[in-house]
């Protein structure tokens, strides 16, 4: 069945730094990707909408700058946070439809030093 | 009013009791909506798909009542591995899932 992989689960970098998330969809096609974030006892923020060949659409409030988001096939969607900051410690993660069902990546726990 | 709301909880309730949660939405072109169960530190799978009036799958059942816009989610003979946050989910515009902040159910001996 329809899959995505998102990778790395858990990361730790140093402040300053830039991390990479990569979504992956196995089986289907992912025209759409959603990246949220979630900090602990919160809801599923919504960051930003990547759509394959064009510019990612951002919720108000986040950075585009800050957060880059590629999406340049059909099978990978990346979030890339640059310049990171403790206060960017989260949970993030990806999910995707296929017809009306949302398939979520395992999440990746980024901790910023 | 959010365009989806839930009672954050948490239900602290013992082992086989029923418990119920409800979650509004402000969206009433929703067509679909969806139960996801989430684990500490974990991603959220789907429980529940609710696409017209209600669905039941075994202990669990869902409802939905367009004309106050709510779904309702049923837990009958609650186990200690139902221990989990519950997340409503309606799709909004461009079917981009909106997700509720979760029920946090505990279920104790």
């Known amino acids: 069945g329809a899959v995505v992989s998102q990778h790395p689960s858990r990361v730790i970098c140093k402040s300053g730094t830039s991390v990479k998330i990569e979504c992956r969809s196995l089986d289907f096609q992912a025209t759409t990707m959603f990246w949220y974030r979630q900090f602990p006892k919160q809801s599923l923020m919504l960051m930003a909408t990547?759509?394959?060949?064009?510019?990612?659409?951002?919720e108000q409030g986040v950075e585009k700058d800050k957060f880059l988001i590629n999406h340049a096939s059909l099978t990978l969607s990346t979030l890339t946070v640059t310049s990171a900051h403790p206060e960017d410690s989260s949970f993030y993660i990806c999910?995707?439809?296929?017809?009306?069902?949302?398939?979520f990546g395992e999440g990746s726990w980024l901790t910023v030093v | 009013r959010k365009e989806v709301e839930q009672d954050p909880g948490p239900f602290n309730v013992p082992e086989g009791a029923t418990v119920a949660f409800n979650c509004t939405y402000s969206n009433s072109a929703s067509q679909s909506f969806f139960w996801y169960r989430q684990d500490c530190r974990k991603e959220p799978k789907l429980l529940m798909s609710?696409?017209?009036s209600g669905n039941e799958d075994g202990r669990f059942t869902a409802q939905l009542n367009r004309a106050s816009q709510y779904i309702s989610l049923l837990i009958r003979d609650s186990k200690l591995s139902d221990s989990a946050t519950y997340l409503c989910?309606?799709?909004?515009?461009?079917?981009?899932?909106?997700f509720g902040r979760g029920t946090s159910l505990i279920v104790h001996p």
């Open positions: 609710v696409y017209s």
């Open positions: 990547s759509n394959e060949g064009s510019k990612a659409t951002y």
């Open positions: 999910s995707s439809s296929e017809g009306n069902t949302i398939y």
């Open positions: 989910v309606v799709p909004g515009g461009s079917y981009i899932p909106t």
